[in-house]
């Protein structure tokens, strides 16, 4: 396990992603979203993902010089074309758009064609609330869940995510796959060498469910409690693939599918609180509400009741101060990308982290 600040991680990633040719907007975005992922705890979405960009943008299965553009814009709504441009770059435009509608309109609904992976849903949604908006974001990925009752691939992990504006952080901020897991801890597991996964988490290619982590890898996700989950899922291909008019299901590639363009689609939504009731209204109704949630008697086995990004905010506070672990698995494809690209090594922390006022 490695320890690194932060910062350091941040700018090590953003050096590797300017040496493989990405822009410096680009390069900032992409090592934000990524170490934003892992300080929330959300390594699967964090740095782990950059060498699989990397070698996209090294066989230019991505465009790294491309930015997207607006393809049509009516009202409240845009259908942006992300012109295989990266993800990040791609994202960060969306939301800019989608809170300018909002500031129009009330609501701004941006889709995305033809985009890339943008990490983890959450970076996104909670840049929509960071200006005073609710922000939900969706996107659609590889094809490695079946629909219910099936054994062959048809739909990705889609999240689902939101982000309600709040004081520093946000009051709420649910990002959850239509999966029982993101594909990425299977991944993670998978480049670990750990043997096990826990139950629930996937399916072997005849759709029998596993707990080992080869005949995952080399099988199926499991849909969010069954058909419900299944529905969501597609819920979120409708809204993302379909209406924007990018790839559906099978088509698209994905960050592990080499040669073939990824082509995700994403949904951006801002809402203008203040178009409903007085921005201070609405906080302290958000905070009636989560105050009565939190204060349920926890069940048997619990000590409290959590709301979502509960368990991300606190991993996040001990990370800023103790640093962030990268798993060795990571860490050598990062340190192999980074000889590879002439980028020295970030400083590391010590590996047992000192406790606090030492
Ligand atoms: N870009 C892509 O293609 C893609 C695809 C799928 C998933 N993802 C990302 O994967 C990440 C992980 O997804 P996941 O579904 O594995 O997340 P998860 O299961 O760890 O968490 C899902 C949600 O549940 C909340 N939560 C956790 N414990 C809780 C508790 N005890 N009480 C109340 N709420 C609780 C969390 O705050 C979070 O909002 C997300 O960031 C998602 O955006 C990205």
Redesign the pocket.
């Known amino acids: 396990m490695t320890l690194l600040k932060a910062a350091d991680l941040r700018e090590f990633c953003r050096q590797l992603a300017t040496a493989a040719g990405a822009s410096q907007i680009a390069s900032d975005l992409v090592a934000d979203s990524l170490v934003a992922?892992n300080l929330r705890g959300?390594d699967?979405?964090g740095v782990s993902l950059l060498p699989y960009y990397l070698a996209q943008w090294k066989t230019a299965d991505v465009d790294v010089q491309a930015t997207g553009d607006i393809a049509s814009e009516a009202g409240c709504c845009i259908n942006f074309d992300g012109r295989n441009a990266i993800g990040q770059l791609v994202a960060a435009r969306c939301c800019e758009h989608a809170v300018r509608l909002a500031d129009q309109c009330g609501v701004g609904l941006v889709t995305a064609r033809e985009s890339n992976?943008?990490?983890?849903?959450?970076y996104w949604a909670k840049r929509i609330s960071d200006q005073r908006r609710i922000g939900i974001v969706l996107?659609n990925?590889s094809p490695l869940v079946p629909p219910w009752q099936g054994r062959e691939g048809r739909l990705?992990?889609?999240?689902i995510?939101m982000a309600v504006p709040g004081g520093e952080e946000p009051a709420w901020?649910?990002?959850?796959?239509t999966?029982t897991?993101?594909?990425?801890?299977i991944f993670k597991a998978f480049n670990n060498q750990t043997p096990t996964i826990p139950a629930g988490w996937a399916m072997d290619k005849e759709g029998v469910p596993t707990t080992s982590t080869n005949e995952a890898y080399h099988g199926l996700l499991m849909p969010l409690g069954g058909y419900k989950g299944s529905g969501l899922a597609v819920m979120v291909e409708i809204l993302c693939a379909v209406l924007s008019g990018s790839a559906i299901g099978t088509e698209l590639g994905g960050i592990r599918f080499p040669g073939k363009p990824v082509r995700?689609s994403q949904f951006f939504l801002a809402i203008d609180v203040a178009r409903f009731m007085p921005v201070g209204e609405f906080g302290a109704r958000m905070d009636k509400l989560i105050r009565m949630l939190k204060s349920t008697a926890p069940a048997k086995g619990y000590e409290e009741?959590?709301?979502?990004?509960?368990?991300?905010r606190r991993v996040e506070a001990e990370r800023l101060q103790h640093g962030i672990p990268i798993d060795a698995g990571t860490w050598e494809r990062l340190t192999k990308s980074a000889a590879a690209l002439n980028v020295p090594s970030p400083p590391l922390l010590p590996a047992s982290p000192p406790t606090s006022g030492s």
């Open positions: 992922s959300v699967s979405h992976h943008f990490g983890a849903a959450a996107c990925a990705g992990t889609n999240p995510c901020l649910l990002d959850m796959a999966t897991v993101a594909a990425n801890k995700v009741v959590l709301v979502a990004n509960d368990p991300e």
